[in-house]
Structure formats: C-alpha cells, structure tokens
C-alpha cells in the first residue's frame, strides 16, 4: 500500500488548500483513510477520518466546521479540504490508511506528508 498526499503549499490567513491522497496497491476495503497533522515540537494531531464508501465521517475538534473530508473511489483518492486557514494550521499533513479512528496507531500505513504554512 502506498499513499501519496499533496496540495500544501504556502496560503493566507483565512485562504483555503484542498489536500489531496493518492492511494495504490492493495488496500482492504474495510480500511479508513485518516488525514492527521504535525507541528514543529507537537504531537501528531487528528483531524479527520473516512471509510472508502463514504458512509461515514468523522472530524477532530479543531477543525471540525472548517475542514471536510471526502472521497472518490474511482480515483483511489481521499481529500481534505481545509478553509478559513489560520496560522496555528500550519504543519506538516500526513494521510494514513488502516483500521481507522482518531490515534496514530489505529493506521498501519501513512503518506509522506505535504506542508502546508499559512501566513498570518
């Protein structure tokens, strides 16, 4: 399984970046994609979880109005749409793919990150 996340760049407060995560190779189809994220000296944090149907959805607390996650299956691919940006959003992203909810260890396979930095 590979997951290749994009779509971070540089944006303004209060702009938006849509996060993409390509995903390939033989994943079950019971799995979660999770999007999580990582500040300099913090914790990783979740942010939001998806199964590959949709059917369910699920954010954490910090980003929970201002992000929406979804799916398209004909493209393998998960997204995270993440609007009114604010400079305490800026970290490194990381899409995972596993059994799911809101711990790290709940996804067995991870992306390698895409930064996105919102200037204030």
């Known amino acids: 399984v590979q997951l290749q996340a994009s779509g971070g760049g540089l944006v303004q407060a209060g702009g938006s970046l849509r996060l993409s995560c390509a995903a390939s190779?033989?994943?079950?189809?019971?799995?979660?994609i999770g999007w999580f994220r990582q500040a300099p000296g913090k914790e990783r944090e979740f942010l939001a979880t998806i199964n590959w149907s949709g059917a369910y959805r699920y954010y954490g607390d910090s980003v929970k109005g201002r992000f929406t996650i979804s799916v398209d299956n004909a493209k393998n691919t998960v997204y995270l749409q993440t609007n009114s940006l604010k400079a305490e959003d800026t970290a490194v992203y990381y899409c995972a793919a596993g059994n799911g909810g809101y711990l790290p260890r709940g996804y067995e396979y991870w992306g390698q990150g895409t930064l996105v930095t919102v200037s204030s």
């Open positions: 190779g033989r994943i079950a189809s019971s799995y979660a």
